[in-house]
């Protein structure tokens, strides 16, 4: 079956816009939320980084269930449930009721970016599947920057409960976009059992090329989302001094940067590879520079701006880890390997967003330090787990350098 892939793009990419939407606005609210809960640095971590847990639990269900089912018929349903949470959201009045919605925002916008990439697996061809995964990144691009200063501008106009109403209904009109533009996937004779299903999840987890790239996907890009989505703005409030609008347009700018790295590879990744730089390169060299990016926020170094704008740039080739792995997996595996990886980026985020906080607690009540020290400490830890992930990655580096993809499913 050939899907025009103009006929899919908007609708999915709609989806992923508002997925993160949802996981960076904390961000940006973040001040509201501890002013009018008076919450400390570790329960706002934990109330923001529900989203990644609960996220990062249906992952393995939701690999499941959209290499079963395709994901027409589950995304739409899946976001009605993240509808639903930010209704609650908006509602609610206390860190409970606030934390309940979070979880189930995070687990209805869990499949926005699996959805798409099981689809490209199926659809189109191999090289053709590096720059239409770009393609889908640009929208996560631009939700990354509507959750920045559009934000920061709304909120002189409404309140974040207001704001979140807006984002529900929205995410309804998206359910329906989906359910209508998107094919179903080609009807298999006789579909496999779950327990067959459940095997090929057990066999991504044994492949030694799964461990080799989960690493760098944990850890760096579950920092990353965790620092983009809310440690972001306290930090260059906290530590580099900033206001709240001065810390949003470097917020705005990294997104841009982040927002031009897809877009690079939704333009040049499919040239690249036929000319021998292929998706594991892409993926080397934007790591690289990320990494050196962190150095430099963490030491301060002169040009801030800069440094962030590099870190976001140099996370856009997150997006071709799915594309590195799936080399080694065949089709049928597509939706169970991408979320499994996936997994690991948002329990990785959960941790990371939740223990930054709870490291800058420890530090301020154990040494009496100001909150700016606190935040010091634990991006020091980050940045040391980052190398080491970065490390990992390198030394398996001429073991994977050819993957042929194994046949059976």
């Known amino acids: 079956m050939v899907v025009p892939f103009s006929r899919i793009y908007a609708a999915f990419a709609a989806g992923y816009l508002m997925s993160y939407v949802f996981r960076t606005v904390n961000a940006m609210i973040s001040p509201e939320l501890t002013r009018e809960l008076a919450l400390q640095p570790g329960a706002l971590g934990l109330l923001t980084s529900t989203y990644f847990m609960t996220f990062a639990i249906m992952q393995i269900p939701?690999?499941?269930?959209?290499?079963?089912?395709?994901?027409?018929?589950?995304?739409?349903?899946?976001?009605?449930?993240?509808?639903?949470?930010?209704?609650?959201?908006?509602?609610?009045?206390?860190?409970?009721?606030?934390?309940?919605?979070?979880?189930?925002?995070?687990?209805?916008?869990?499949?926005?970016?699996?959805?798409?990439?099981?689809?490209?697996?199926?659809?189109?061809?191999?090289?053709?599947?590096?720059?239409?995964?770009?393609?889908?990144?640009?929208?996560?691009?631009?939700?990354?920057?509507?959750?920045?200063?559009?934000?920061?501008?709304?909120?002189r106009f409404m309140g974040w409960r207001t704001l979140f109403v807006v984002f529900g209904v929205v995410t309804l009109a998206v359910a329906a976009a989906i359910a209508w533009r998107v094919p179903d996937l080609p009807r298999v004779a006789n579909p496999p059992s779950f327990a067959s299903q459940w095997e090929g999840v057990r066999r991504v987890f044994s492949e030694p090329r799964f461990w080799w790239i989960v690493p760098v996907g944990a850890v760096g890009m579950g920092s990353f989302m965790a620092i983009q989505g809310l440690w972001s703005v306290p930090w260059m409030m906290e530590v580099e001094g900033l206001s709240r609008a001065e810390a949003a347009r470097i917020l705005l700018a990294m997104g841009v940067l982040t927002l031009a790295g897809y877009l690079g590879l939704g333009l040049f990744a499919t040239r690249l590879a036929a000319r021998g730089f292929g998706p594991r390169h892409m993926y080397l060299t934007g790591w690289t520079l990320h990494v050196v990016a962190l150095v430099a926020i963490v030491l301060q170094a002169p040009g801030a701006a800069f440094w962030w704008c590099a870190y976001g740039f140099g996370a856009a080739a997150n997006i071709l880890a799915f594309t590195v792995l799936n080399q080694g997996f065949p089709t049928a595996l597509a939706g169970r390997s991408n979320t499994a990886v996936n997994l690991t980026m948002f329990a990785g985020s959960f941790a990371a967003q939740w223990g930054i906080g709870v490291i800058a607690d420890v530090v301020r009540s154990a040494t009496g330090a100001s909150s700016a020290e606190g935040l010091r400490t634990a991006f020091v830890i980050v940045l040391a787990l980052v190398a080491a992930a970065y490390l990992w990655f390198l030394a398996g580096w001429k073991r994977y350098a050819v993957a042929a993809a194994p046949s059976r499913a």
């Open 62 to 155: 939701a690999g499941m269930l959209l290499d079963r089912y395709g994901p027409r018929r589950v995304e739409p349903v899946l976001l009605v449930i993240a509808a639903t949470g930010a209704f609650a959201f908006a509602a609610a009045d206390g860190l409970t009721g606030l934390t309940i919605a979070r979880a189930l925002i995070g687990l209805g916008v869990s499949v926005c970016l699996m959805a798409p990439l099981k689809g490209i697996a199926v659809w189109y061809s191999p090289q053709r599947q590096a720059s239409l995964s770009g393609w889908i990144m640009v929208a996560g691009g631009v939700g990354a920057l509507a959750a920045t200063l559009p934000v920061e501008f709304a909120l």
